[in-house]
T-cell receptor, first 112, second 112 residues
Framework: KQEVTQIPAALSVPEGENLVLNCSFT??????LQWFRQDPGKGLTSLLL?????REQTSGRLNASLDKSSGRSTLYIAASQPGDSATYLC???????????FGTGTSLTVIP | NAGVTQTPKFQVLKTGQSMTLQCAQD?????MYWYRQDPGMGLRLIYY???????DKGEVPNGYNVSRLNKREFSLRLESAAPSQTSVYFC???????????FGQGTRLTVV
């Protein structure tokens, strides 16, 4: 079974800092990896989707990379803002089966 | 676009009561999913439907049933609610071929 791990579980940074969130997975046979944002009491909002054939994807201040062979992905957030405070989740979609496996998330707090 | 819509948003049940959680998507997606989210456990798949007329068990199906009523709607039923089913339930949908997943806003269910 695919296991997805996100470290650290919580992160606090001052406004303006660049930061990296980590996601690791145990089975490299994946179709894609998706990063989500979840605000307290809300649903999940898709941020970036990286196909297994891609190395990275960018959207605004966000950049996600994927190293499938080592089972790792990172989400880079540039010039962090208080509005970036949320929980960030990664999910992988395996070749076999038809579901997404989620990590437990990193809770990010950006201090003004 | 509404995306994925879940009803109700909040519900309190007594042990042994039954209820149905409703989910509808307007993105013409083939695949739909029901997840539950518990503190420290991440999101776990309850059931999914790869297409209209098909459903399959996920990681934690016990105590639940589902119906894929048509391409738009996928409902989750608790026949006899138990306190262990207190959780936040999310419905999601995605297109064919492991495409980007979209989530509803969630249903917060408390079983007392």
């Amino acid at each position: 079974k695919q296991e997805v791990t996100q470290i650290p579980a919580a992160l606090s940074v001052p406004e303006g800092e660049n930061l990296v969130l980590n996601c690791s997975f145990t089975d490299s046979a994946i179709y894609n990896l998706q990063w989500f944002r979840q605000d307290p009491g809300k649903g999940l909002t898709s941020l970036l989707l990286i196909q297994s054939s891609q190395r990275e994807q960018t959207s605004g201040r966000l950049n996600a990379s994927l190293d499938k062979s080592s089972g790792r992905s990172t989400l880079y957030i540039a010039a962090s803002q208080p509005g970036d405070s949320a929980t960030y989740l990664c999910a992988v979609s395996p070749f076999s089966g038809n579901q997404f496996y989620f990590g437990t998330g990193t809770s990010l707090t950006v201090i003004p | 676009n509404a995306g994925v819509t879940q009803t109700p948003k909040f519900q309190v049940l007594k042990t042994g009561q039954s209820m149905t959680l409703q989910c509808a998507q307007d993105m013409n997606h083939n695949s739909m999913y029901w997840y539950r989210q518990d503190p420290g456990m991440g999101l776990r798949l309850i059931y999914y439907s790869a297409s209209e007329g098909t459903t399959d068990k996920g990681e934690v199906p016990n105590g639940y049933n589902v119906s894929r009523l048509n391409k738009r709607e996928f409902s989750l039923r608790l026949e006899s609610a138990a306190p262990s089913q207190t959780s936040v339930y999310f419905c999601a949908s995605s297109g064919t071929g492991h495409t980007e997943a979209f989530f509803g806003q969630g249903t917060r269910l408390t079983v007392v």
